[in-house]
């Protein structure tokens, strides 16, 4: 064998070495975004049905919650924090996970999510924000490590509008 078969040979090794790592890389991505995907509808069903107990559940051990105001620690203490956020009124959490990345031993995912929150007179108003969340395996389910969110500025209202008990905007004739 020449030199130039040999480092033919051998690049020919490391590109189909590559090719398949990148292939390997891609399916481990898509099975770790599936897993997410899964995990985060389960909170969204327990979310959804006000379960404050189901949504403390899905946290770590040590896990943390991070939403707009004092951090929470430990499940009881979290489980208490999302039964205040149930009977305070807010529901239909939806979530859009933009990315889902791997890293070690853990997961993290940003996205954004929709909630209807009620406002100053109780009215629900769709809420947007954004979320960073850390996932951790414990046993063969993924946990939240750390779940932090923050709700975007409300849009203001258009001048001359209110909102009705509906919660419906109506223009006066100004």
Do not use: C
Request: charged share 20%.
């Amino acid at each position: 064998m020449t030199l130039r078969s040999f480092v033919l040979a051998v690049f020919l090794v490391v590109l189909a070495t590559s090719a398949t790592a990148q292939q390997a890389s891609t399916s481990s991505q898509q099975d770790v975004r599936q897993e997410v995907e899964a995990f985060v509808a389960k909170y969204l069903d327990a979310y959804n049905r006000k379960d404050a107990a189901g949504v403390a559940s899905l946290y770590a051990e040590n896990g943390v919650l991070v939403p707009p105001g004092p951090m929470v620690t430990g499940k009881p203490n979290i489980e208490k924090a999302w039964r205040a956020v149930f009977d305070a009124g807010r529901t239909g959490l939806r979530y859009e996970i933009r990315e889902v990345h791997p890293e070690g031993d853990v997961v993290w995912s940003i996205g954004q999510f929709t909630v209807m929150s009620p406002e100053q007179g109780g009215i629900l108003q769709e809420r947007r924000g954004n979320f960073v969340n850390i996932y951790q395996k414990e046993g063969n389910d993924l946990k939240f490590r750390v779940h932090a969110f923050n709700f975007l500025p409300s849009p203001p209202a258009a001048a001359g509008a209110s909102t009705t008990p509906t919660g419906t905007t109506s223009t006066s004739g100004r």
